[in-house]
């Protein structure tokens, strides 16, 4: 990095117009430039990679699948003669060995389902009634049923890291500035106990106390309650803020720690004492300068965590008896309903790449001094 | 410990003391460093805390069942649904015994031994969980760090398993190696098996990767370079001179391995597809108890308060190791 470059990215840190810096202007200009370059080609680079990555992933789960003692045929009657019996094995797609069924199901996935999908959206027919991932118990489409939940799960995990953020971030903001005092402590303490406390104790505790005891709140969440009034909104603001809650308090924990941490990284730079003495405000200094470079490291815990909290509605849909994809999930695996079980998992892993992948070039696009040559 | 990092041994030599007093000109006999680990592990309350609840809980659920050698699975359905002994003092007329302190469930049995039961397993669970994933982390660290020829083959394998979705992996593996596992090893000793395995390959890889990085700094070190040129053997490089050195963020990753643990098993039993219900987890009891919570929430309370009380203590032991162990913070 040439000097210039340094102190371009010293300017572009700290927003201060250093004197003298202007015939380096186009410099730096060209330098973004190249810098946005790079980025392109590593993205393109990432998501490829990330291809074989998936590819990799899916036959995991498949072959995990594949192993699986359950019958899908078992909940027929028994009545069925043998022959008829294979015949509908072989209906379901289970009569060829899994080297077949394997780029089967990849075709159905990644070129059949986007197909029917663009067909709905535009009415075209692309997919021209090929055979789309079918559900063992419902017999329907593992994408339609998909669809049906993923609002339920959206609303209740959208909403709850929404919340669990925006509570974490003051709180390790103010934490980190008055580090050790009292709001620290009791902040440090409840991020502490939002890693230890389970989500299937934290709700199952909420429910004996705001249901059972003050009867304030629903303890099972309703889906099929529409909202169309106040009164209706209330009840679904109601029922909606104990799976929020218990939810958010595990985002809260986990952000908080790191908002706090990498506050208190900053806080100690010298680029601080520069700014306080340069007689900046102190809000100036710890909501601009500080705030802004400590978000770069929990930008990206915030992506990273986003999977997580997918995984971890599957305990707190059922404990509130959301009819989200966790529970969808659950009785698919009770089931042994392999296509769906499949597809949800692989869809959970699509997302943990692509966090990874979008956690990787925030930070780049946030961090100036990182480089992708 | 051969060689620790040079500040490390400078606070052994000399005692921290006040920094204006003249130096002392007779050096003190050299104290062990895990002492000065142990002075500094004491100045933080939570750890103490945790230490001091992490065994009581660990004694209750051993030695308990000795002085209270009631059999957690005994019927006795006269002496259904006892409520706590605390009870009695808000609601005389609440169904109250001694012979039941902490009261008994729909089917008599009582809560108090189910707990300790209860907690021999989950605790058994979450120690040996966290043992294999400790052992499974460490080996693949420090090969990756070492041998630069496995370094991208492994880092990419672990990269690869952390993008898998694993709780859902864990509740599939769980339905599928359940039926075998039971018919090879018996009903408790093949969920045992499972679980612990379960939780262990899928929860080893924070610690590969933290191992792996200090192995490769520790690599750059005079010491290692010295080691070399008397010609150790990587073996004994490893064994010697690696492995005490990274001693410290293995026993932090093992707390928090340890923490996970107890959870997952927890959640596992939670969801139903843990240990078979006549043995008694914390997660099993509480999943047991959830259905009856409106008329017994002490049932759901106690197991609850177990695993979270546990899991804090262990969260706040790893908190005070790691200041403890990280010579920077030391003597401050």
């Known amino acids: 990095m040439s000097p210039i470059g340094i102190a371009s990215a010293i300017t572009a840190k700290q927003e201060t117009p250093v004197p003298g810096i202007a015939p380096g202007r186009a410099l730096f200009n060209r330098k973004a430039i190249n810098q946005g370059v790079a980025m392109l080609t590593y993205t393109l680079r990432r998501l490829l990679v990330s291809i074989p990555t998936l590819l990799f992933i899916a036959f995991v789960i498949f072959m995990l699948l594949e192993l699986a003692p359950g019958d899908p045929m078992a909940s027929m009657p028994l009545t069925i003669p043998p022959d008829v019996r294979q015949q509908m094995r072989e209906a379901l797609g289970l009569g060829e060995p899994w080297y077949i069924r394997f780029p089967l199901w990849l075709n159905q996935f990644f070129i059949v389902e986007p197909q029917y999908w663009i067909d709905n959206a535009f009415g075209t ?241 946030l961090d100036p001094r990182i480089r992708y040559d | 410990m051969t060689d620790r990092a040079p500040q490390a041994s400078a606070d052994n030599l000399l005692p921290s003391g006040d920094p204006v007093a003249p130096p002392k000109l007779k050096v003190d006999k050299p104290r062990n460093q895990w002492l000065d680990v142990w002075d500094q592990f004491k100045t933080h309350k939570g750890a103490v805390f945790g230490l001091v609840f992490l065994t009581f809980i660990t004694l209750f659920v051993t030695v308990g069942p000795l002085i209270w050698d009631v059999d957690p699975g005994k019927l006795d359905i006269r002496n259904k649904d006892v409520r706590p002994i605390y009870m009695g003092l808000f609601d005389s007329s609440a169904k109250v015994s001694w012979g039941n302190p902490m009261g008994t469930d729909n089917l008599g049995r009582d809560i108090m031994a189910n707990i300790m039961q209860g907690g021999r397993i989950s605790l058994a669970v979450g120690w040996t969980a966290m043992v294999l994933a400790l052992l499974l982390g460490t080996t693949i660290g420090v090969l990756a760090g070492y041998f630069r020829r496995l370094d991208g083959l492994l880092m990419r394998f672990t990269d690869l398993v952390l993008a898998l979705p694993l709780l859902p992996l864990l509740l599939v593996m769980m339905l599928l190696f359940r039926d075998p596992l039971r018919a090879a090893f018996g009903p408790e000793n093949g969920i045992f098996i499972l679980i612990v395995t379960g939780i262990g390959i899928t929860s080893w890889m924070q610690t590969a990767r933290i191992v792996r990085g ?41 707390t928090l391995g340890l923490a996970t643990a107890i959870i997952t098993e927890s959640a596992l039993s939670f969801l139903g597809l843990g240990f078979p219900s006549d043995f008694p987890t914390w997660g099993k009891i509480l999943f047991d108890s959830v259905d009856r919570m409106t008329a017994f929430p002490e049932r759901v309370i106690w197991p609850g308060l177990a695993i979270s009380l546990t899991v804090l203590s262990v969260n706040y032991i790893g908190d005070g190791l790691r200041d403890a162990l990280d010579p920077r913070i030391r003597g401050l």
């Open chain 1, 125 to 365: 027919n692309f997919a021209d009634g090929a055979q789309r991932i079918i559900s063992f118990q419902s017999r329907s489409p593992v994408f339609d049923t998909i669809a049906e939940r993923l609002p339920q799960t959206l609303w209740v995990v959208g909403m709850s890291y929404v919340v669990g953020v925006l509570i974490a971030l003051p709180i390790g903001i103010i934490s980190a500035y008055r580090q050790y005092s009292v709001f620290d402590q009791a902040g440090t303490f409840i991020s502490m106990i939002g890693f230890s406390v389970p989500p299937f104790f934290s709700g199952v505790l909420l429910i004996v106390i705001f249901s059972v005891q003050l009867k304030w709140l629903p303890s099972i969440y309703d889906t099929t309650h529409v909202v169309e009034d106040w009164a209706s909104f209330k009840i679904q603001l109601q029922q909606m803020v104990m799976p929020v809650m218990v939810l958010a308090l595990q985002t809260t924990a986990q952000v908080s720690r790191y908002m706090r941490a990498s506050m208190l990284d900053n806080l100690g730079q010298d680029y601080v004492r520069t700014a306080r003495a340069k007689g900046m405000s102190e809000s100036v200094v710890v909501l601009k300068h500080v705030l802004r470079n400590s978000m770069i490291p929990v930008v990206t815990v915030i992506a990273l965590g986003i999977p997580s909290i997918f995984g971890g509605a599957i305990i707190t849909e059922q404990i509130f008896k959301v009819n989200g994809l966790g529970q969808l999930l659950i009785i698919a695996l009770q089931g042994s309903d392999i296509p769906m079980v499949m597809t949800i998992t692989f869809l959970l892993a699509i997302l943990i790449v692509l966090m990874n992948l979008i956690a990787d070039i925030l930070y780049g696009i």
């Open chain 2, 214 to 254: 200090d192995v490769i700094a520790l690599k750059e070190r005079e010491f290692v370079l010295a080691a070399r040129s008397i010609g150790t053997p990587a073996r004994r490089m490893i064994t010697r001179h690696l492995l005490p050195n990274v001693l410290s963020p293995i026993m932090v990753s093992a």
